[in-house]
C-alpha cells in the first residue's frame, strides 16, 4: 500500500528532503488506524519502530505509581514519538495511547537501518531532523522544569 505524506509534508522529520527522497522513504512506513484508547507501547516493553501521526492526538505518559499516570505529552498530526527506538536498544522509557482516534505511520529499526546503509545521504538528513527534533524537545522540558522551580522555590518564601 502506497502512503502519501501529503498532509504531513510540513512535519519537521522531511526538513530538507526532496520529492524522490521523501517517495525513496515512505515505501518504508507501515499505516495504522487506531481507535481512542488504544496503546500504541507499553512502558519497558522492547522499543524497534518510531511513530509519525498524520491524524488524531496520542497521548505520551509515564506510570508513577497503581494506576496514576503523568501525562509527558499529547502529540498531534506531523509529530513523531518512539524516536529513541531507533538509536539504543532499551525498554520503552514511556507509554503512548491514542487520545483521539488517529492514523499513524511506523518505521522499524530494522528498516531504517538498511535505509541509511543504502541511501547516507538522505540519512544523514533524517538523523540531523530528528536531533533537532530532540533538541527541541528538551529545550522545552528544561524550560518546564525551571518555571517549576521557579514557583516551588517562590512558594516556599
Known amino acids: 500500500m ?9 512535519c519537521k522529520l522531511f526538513d530538507g528532503l ?10 518504508l512506513f ?3 488506524q487506531m481507535g481512542e484508547g488504544k496503546t500504541v507501547f507499553v512502558e519497558n516493553m522492547a522499543a524497534e519502530s518510531l511513530y ?33 527506538a531507533l538509536f539504543d536498544n532499551t ?11 488517529a492514523t499513524i505511520l511506523s518505521i522499524k529499526k530494522s528498516s531504517f537501518d538498511a535505509f541509511c546503509q543504502n541511501n547516507p545521504a538522505v ?12 533538541c527541541a524537545q528538551l529545550r522545552e522540558t528544561d524550560g518546564d522544569f525551571r518555571n517549576r522551580f521557579k514557583v516551588a522555590f517562590s512558594e516556599m518564601n
Do not use: C, W, Y
Request: aromatic residues 6%; charged residues 25%.
Open 91 to 101: 525498554p520503552r522509557a514511556a507509554t503512548a495511547r491514542v487520545a483521539e482516534s
Open 30 to 32: 507501515t499505516e495504522h
Open 123 to 134: 540519512a544523514l538528513k533524517l538523523l540531523r531532523n530528528i536531533v533537532k527534533i530532540f
Open 52 to 84: 509519525l501521526i498524520t491524524r488524531g492526538t496520542v497521548a505520551v505518559f509515564k506510570m508513577l505509581a497503581e494506576g496514576e499516570e503523568k501525562t509527558l505529552a499529547v502529540l498531534g498530526a506531523g509529530e513523531l514519538f518512539g524516536e529513541m
Open 2 to 10: 502506497s502512503i502519501s505524506f501529503q498532509n504531513i509534508r510540513s
Open 18 to 27: 526532496d520529492d524522490r527522497e521523501l517517495e525513496t522513504l515512505q515505501l
